[in-house]
Nanobody, 117 residues
Framework: QVQLVESGGGSVQAGGSLRLSCVGS??????????VGWFRQAPGQPRDWVAT???????KYRDFVKDRFTVSRDDSKNTVYLQMNNLRAGDTAVYYC?????????WGQGTQVTVSS
């Protein structure tokens, strides 16, 4: 069973930065072939897609994070990152990473990001 573990969340003031990491415990070859990325869930809201990076490093972002967030991956470490700059109060949420491949989907337990204005 693949486990994903996020880290790097915390509390920052508006305009600040955080870098989230997500390490997968599964097979490195499978991770390399996986689409990975991030969702977030604010209190009382549904889980919302944020960013994705494909096995060939194509990236996609939601409009509300474009030019502020950057998703990247290091397949040698089974790790996906989310660099978040110019954070806003509206970015406050629990951030979840996911790994999708071969018809399977795995999720991390989430890491809290709190941005104060």
């Amino acid at each position: 069973q693949v486990q994903l573990v996020e880290s790097g969340g915390g509390s920052v003031q508006a305009g600040g930065s955080l870098r989230l990491s997500c390490v997968g415990s599964g097979n490195t070859v499978i991770f390399r072939l996986s689409t990975v990325g991030w969702f977030r869930q604010a209190p009382g809201q549904p889980r919302d897609w944020v960013a994705t990076i494909t096995p060939n490093n194509n990236t996609k972002y939601r409009d509300f994070v474009k030019d502020r967030f950057t998703v990247s991956r290091d397949d040698s470490k089974n790790t996906v990152y989310l660099q978040m700059n110019n954070l806003r109060a509206g970015d406050t949420a629990v951030y979840y990473c996911y790994q999708q491949s071969m018809g399977n989907e795995h999720w991390g337990q989430g890491t809290q990001v709190t941005v104060s204005s």
